[in-house]
């Protein structure tokens, strides 16, 4: 039964984030002269140096899978992307589980092996699952989330909100939590705390219509979950909540903050990314 509602969880959280609320699907300029077409306002704003000084001009890349794999010659097999590489970390990791049981006890989130120093846990936690049904779970709501944080964020934000919402969540369910734990859960809901905040702080560029309906959607999935997580027990709320929180403050601290900028001597309109925290290139 509590493998079913997992299951179930998993299709309602595709469900609601089944439709992506990109930023090429409505862009309103606030003040300015010209109306900028989707994809010009994005692909094609042409890189002026004196336009960088209050921001980096913010450009969405098509594809995110430009991560090459290479076999033994050095030929390139394909190209895969950031989030394709952490599904497959958490494959191999369940692959050893299976191999190797000790590997469980020995990486899990223990809070008797963290007061002893072993900090590790707090990472080597989020990588391990505690089933077949786990990992698909977490596998499929990775998958439909994962990619357009990735393409929206970038690598490099990806991978920092991944890290912090993974340790976040693994901190709060040691300080809130005695029962150990396991899984990616804090991870992915990271994920969504981010893009909950790039929704809302970037409703005049995406469009308010767009952005409140992504809002409700995440809302939504957030309460569905938070619902079966009293309801059922051995479910980690504490690490889903912290990863939400940790996730939403990474988002809102590093995240993409656009601004469009008109250029009064060439009369374009620039989309820039002035984020709180800028991480270097």
């Given at each position: 039964?509590?493998?079913?509602?997992?299951?179930?969880s998993s299709?309602?959280?595709l469900?609601?984030?089944?439709?992506?609320y990109?930023?090429?699907r409505?862009?309103?300029?606030?003040?300015?002269?010209?109306?900028?077409?989707?994809?010009?306002?994005?692909?094609?704003?042409?890189?002026?140096?004196?336009a960088?000084?209050?921001?980096?001009?913010?450009?969405v890349?098509?594809?995110?899978?430009?991560?090459?794999?290479r076999?033994f010659?050095g030929?390139?097999?394909?190209k895969?992307s950031?989030?394709?590489?952490?599904i497959?970390?958490?494959?191999?990791?369940f692959?050893a589980?299976?191999?190797?049981?000790?590997?469980?006890t020995m990486?899990?989130?223990c809070?008797?092996g963290?007061?002893?120093?072993?900090?590790?846990?707090?990472?080597?936690?989020?990588?391990?699952?505690?089933?077949?049904i786990?990992?698909l779970?977490n596998?499929?709501?990775?998958?439909?989330?994962g990619?357009q944080?990735?393409?929206?964020?970038?690598?490099?934000?990806?991978?920092?909100v991944?890290a912090?919402a993974g340790?976040?969540?693994?901190?709060?369910s040691?300080?809130?939590s005695?029962?150990?734990?396991?899984?990616?859960?804090?991870?992915?809901?990271?994920?969504?705390?981010?893009?909950?905040?790039f929704?809302?702080?970037?409703?005049?560029v995406?469009?308010k219509?767009?952005?409140?309906?992504?809002?409700?959607?995440?809302?939504?999935?957030?309460?569905?979950?938070?619902?079966?997580g009293?309801?059922?027990?051995?479910?980690?709320?504490?690490?889903?909540?912290?990863g939400?929180?940790?996730?939403?403050?990474?988002?809102?601290?590093?995240?993409?903050?656009l601004d469009?900028h008109f250029q009064?001597?060439?009369?374009?309109?620039l989309?820039?990314?002035?984020?709180?925290?800028?991480?270097?290139?």
């Amino acid at each position: 039964m509590r493998a079913f509602v997992l299951l179930l969880s998993s299709i309602s959280f595709l469900v609601a984030h089944a439709s992506p609320y990109a930023i090429n699907r409505q862009v309103k300029p606030r003040n300015h002269r010209r109306q900028l077409s989707r994809r010009a306002a994005i692909f094609s704003l042409p890189a002026l140096p004196f336009a960088q000084s209050n921001g980096r001009i913010y450009r969405v890349k098509r594809s995110t899978r430009t991560i090459p794999v290479r076999d033994f010659t050095g030929r390139e097999i394909l190209k895969v992307s950031l989030n394709d590489c952490a599904i497959a970390s958490i494959w191999s990791m369940f692959a050893a589980q299976m191999c190797f049981p000790r590997i469980t006890t020995m990486l899990y989130k223990c809070n008797e092996g963290l007061l002893r120093g072993q900090y590790y846990r707090l990472v080597t936690a989020c990588t391990l699952h505690g089933g077949p049904i786990h990992l698909l779970c977490n596998t499929l709501s990775l998958n439909n989330i994962g990619p357009q944080c990735e393409k929206y964020f970038g690598r490099k934000r990806f991978a920092c909100v991944l890290a912090v919402a993974g340790v976040g969540g693994s901190l709060a369910s040691w300080w809130l939590s005695p029962v150990p734990s396991l899984g990616a859960s804090g991870a992915i809901f990271g994920l969504i705390g981010a893009w909950s905040i790039f929704l809302y702080e970037n409703q005049g560029v995406l469009g308010k219509e767009s952005a409140n309906a992504g809002l409700r959607a995440l809302a939504q999935t957030i309460g569905l979950n938070i619902l079966i997580g009293a309801t059922i027990p051995g479910i980690d709320q504490a690490g889903h909540l912290g990863g939400l929180l940790a996730g939403a403050a990474a988002g809102y601290l590093f995240g993409p903050r656009l601004d469009m900028h008109f250029q009064p001597f060439s009369g374009q309109v620039l989309l820039l990314d002035r984020p709180i925290i800028s991480l270097p290139r």
